[in-house]
Structures are given as structure tokens and as C-alpha cells.
């Protein structure tokens, strides 16, 4: 796998997390320890993105 597949698949991977994460908060009772996991992640890829641009 080239480095620009992997960021697209890594891009694509983030945009999910933001639609799972907005689709959580908006739920009701949403729970804040799957919010704050979901976030993680998406920070995690957001770094690997920049690592792999860079």
C-alpha cells in the first residue's frame, strides 16, 4: 500500500469518527466516555495523517 493510499484511507477513516462522534452527542443519555474515545481516535489519525504528509 503507497503512503498516499494509506492517508486517503486514513482521511476517510477520520471523516467517520466526525459523523459517529456528532451522531453521539446528539443522541439522548449520550454517553461522554464513548464521546471522549471516539475523540481519541480521531486525534490519533489526525496525527498519523500529518506524520505521513510530513
Do not use: A, C, F, Y
Not at 494509506?6 to 462522534?21: C, E, M, P, T, Y
Not at 456528532?22 to 474515545?37: F, T
Request: no cysteine.
Amino acid at each position: 500500500m503507497s503512503v498516499s493510499t494509506h492517508i486517503s484511507k486514513l482521511r476517510k477513516k477520520h471523516q467517520q469518527l466526525s459523523r459517529k462522534v456528532e451522531q453521539v452527542q446528539r443522541s439522548p443519555g449520550s454517553n461522554d466516555q464513548e464521546i471522549v474515545m471516539l475523540k481519541k481516535q480521531k486525534l490519533r489519525i489526525k496525527e498519523e495523517i500529518l506524520r505521513l504528509s510530513s
